[in-house]
C-alpha cells in the first residue's frame, strides 16, 4: 500500500558520519555526508529535540487510520513511535524489510499461499508490563472490520474484497502465535509488506472498553456489536486530539515512547521512553520533541542558531548546507512517486475525455522538464523518475523502461502529438479540437469540435518546490497552446477535500492536482491507486491492462509481476510523474546513533530510540 505524503520544498534525502552517498548516475546530486566516522559511541539519554518539515504536524493518534488521515506524518513519525506494526519496512534508505525492526518472526506461507503463520518476538511487553500476544494482533483485526462496516474510509489500508475481506479463519496455537486462513492465494511478498506492515497489534487488555471508565469487555471477539462499541470509543479518543497527552487510553504502549505533551494546535508534541521496549534501542534513551515550523524559512533559521537538535532543510536551502558547521546532513529521495494527478471524472470542459487519451498524458509528459526542475528548483538534490517506481533508492523492481526517460523534455514533441490528433495548435494561445471524433487521428471521443485545451490545476503552495514546478509547467503548456490555469491549496486540505474516493461531491472542481505524492511500500504494487475503483485512487483511473498487471502482482509469486506492472504505467501515465526530491536532514554532531537511524529520516521514518547526546 502506500501513504500520502506531502512533497517538501527539500524533497515527502540523508547525512550522517561516514554514510554512503547515493547517486544516480550524474543526474542525482546528494547531499554531501560531513564527518568521517561511522556510528558515534552512545552518551547521554538528554532530550532531543526535532524540527517537523511545515505542515507536518499529526492529528491522528488511533492506529486505525482512517483514509483521510492516511499520512507518513501520522503514521511513520508519530503513532508508530508509541505502537508498532508487525514488519518495519524500512532499513536506512533500503526499501525492504528489517527483521531486526519487526516485532514479529519472518511470516511462514503455506496451504498454497492461503494460510500465514505469524510468530511474535518474545521480548516486546506493553508498558504496564503485560506480554504482547496474538489476542493483540486479533484485536487489531476486529477493530478494522468494526470500522470497516460503518465505512470503508474507516482504514486507509482496506481494498473491497481483500484483507480483511479475505481473511476467512484464524487459530492461536499458543499466546505468540497467530494463523490466519484465506479465501484464496496471495503473493507473500504483497502481503506481508503491503498489509501485515500495516497490522499494529493492540492492547486488547486494556483498550477493549466503551469508555474512560468503563469495564473490559473480554468477548469483544464473539461479539461484534462489542467491537464496534469499542472502535467507536477509540475513535471518538483520536478526534480529541486536545487529550491526547492526558487520556490513560494512550499511555498503554509497546514501542519506545509514550506521549507526554501534545499541542493540538501546533502539532508539537513530546514523547518520553516507555521503560519496557523490548526492541533494540540505545540505553537510556532520550526524551523526544516534535517542533513545528511555519515555513522552511524559518526551520533552517532554528538550525543555524542552533535551537534544534534535527531539522528538515528545505530545497532552497540546500545551497546553505556550509552553513551549518555544527551539524551533519544527508540527502536522498524517499523511496515513493511524486506526480500531478489527472481527473478522469472531471467533465468541466470535456477534460475527463481529454484525459482518457494517451497522447495527451505523453503530451504533458514531454512538457516536464525533469532535469531542469532537478538543477533549478532542487539545486541538485533530486532525482528524475519516470513511473511509479523510481530508479532512487535502488529496488530490484525497477524495470528497463523507467531507467531513462520514454518522454523527453520537448515542447516541439508535445505539439506534434497534439496536431497529429486533431488539435488547431495555438502557442501562447488555447488550442481548439478541429478533427473530432474516435479515429486515431483525431480529438477522442466525445471530444466536439472546438473544444478548448484549458484547465485547472490545483496545487501545493506549501511547497516551494511544487509552486516552482506548477509555474514552470504552466509555462511549457502555453508554448505548446494548452492553457492550466494554476490555482494554490495546502496538503491537509487537497487530500480531504479533492481525492475522489472521500470526497466524490467535488469530482468536478479540479482537472489536475499536485498535493505531493505517495510513498511506496518495499513491495512495490500500485494495487489500490491505480487499479479500477481502486480505494485509494484519486482521479479514477482506470485500465483492464493496468488491472491485469496489479492483480497478477498481489496473487502471483512471479518475480516480474510487479516490474511488468510497472513497465505499463511507465509507459501509460496514469499520473503525471514527476522528478523525486530529496528528503534532506541535518542533526547536531553531539548526537549519535547508527547511520542507518539518520538515513531513515529521508524515508520519512522517524528513529529516536537509537540516538544520544554526546556532549
Known sequence: MTGFRKRIAGGI???????????AGSSHAAVAASGSSGAKTAGQAGVITW?????????????????????????????????????????????????????????????????????????????????VSAKDILFFIDLVKAGLKESPANWAGYA???????????????????????????????????YLGQVVPLPAHAWARTSARGPILADWAANPADAKKIFNYLTAASKSAGTYASNPIWRTVDG??????????????TMAPNAAYGGPHASPMPKFHGVPFSSDAAEFNALRTGSVDIGYVGQNNVPQLRQLGSYDHFGAPDFGMEFAAYNYKDATGSFDRIASQLYFRQAMAHLQDQQGWISNFMHGAGAPAYGPIPAVPASPYLPAVARTNPYPFSVAAAVKLLKAHGWTVHPGGTDTCSRPGAAATECGAGIAAGTKLAFNYIYNSDSGTISQETKDLASKASQAGIKIHPSASNFNYMISNYLDPYAPANENKWAMMDFGGETDSAYPTTFSLFNTNG???????????????????????????????????????????????????????SISGPAASFRSLTQYYVDPEFWSVTG
Open 13 to 23: 534525502v540523508l547525512a550522517v558520519a561516514g554514510a554512503t552517498v547515493f547517486t
Open 256 to 269: 519506545p515512547y509514550r506521549l507526554s505533551a501534545f499541542n493540538a494546535t501546533t502539532g508539537a508534541f
Open 535 to 589: 480505494p485509494n485512487q484519486i482521479g479514477d483511473y482506470s485500465n483492464p491492462a493496468a488491472d491485469k498487471l496489479i492483480h497478477a502482482s498481489i496473487t502471483s509469486r512471479n518475480p516480474a509481476a510487479v516490474k511488468n506492472e510497472a513497465a505499463f504505467l511507465t509507459r501509460n501515465q496514469p499520473v503525471l510523474f514527476q522528478p523525486n526530491s530529496d528528503y534532506t536532514w541535518a542533526w547536531k554532531k
Open 51 to 131: 524540527a517537523m518539515s511545515p505542515g507536518a504536524g499529526p492529528n491522528w493518534i488511533f492506529p486505525v487510520t482512517p483514509a483521510a488521515a492516511n499520512s507518513v506524518y501520522n503514521i511513520f513519525s508519530f503513532q508508530w513511535n508509541m505502537w508498532r506494526p508487525l514488519y518495519w519496512t524500512d532499513n536506512g534508505t533500503e526499501p525492504a524489510v528489517n527483521p531486526a525492526m519487526s516485532i514479529a518472526a519472518k511470516p511462514v506461507y503455506s496451504n498454497g499461499d492461503k494460510t500465514v503463520t505469524i510468530k511474535l518476538k518474545s521480548s516486546y511487553r506493553w508498558s504496564d508490563g503485560t506480554a
Open 160 to 194: 473491497p474484497g481483500f484483507f480483511p475481506d479475505n481473511l476467512v479463519g484464524t487459530s492461536q496455537p499458543n499466546a505468540t502465535t497467530l494463523k490466519l486462513t484465506l479465501n484464496a492465494p496471495v503473493n507473500p511478498s504483497w502481503f506481508t509488506e503491503d
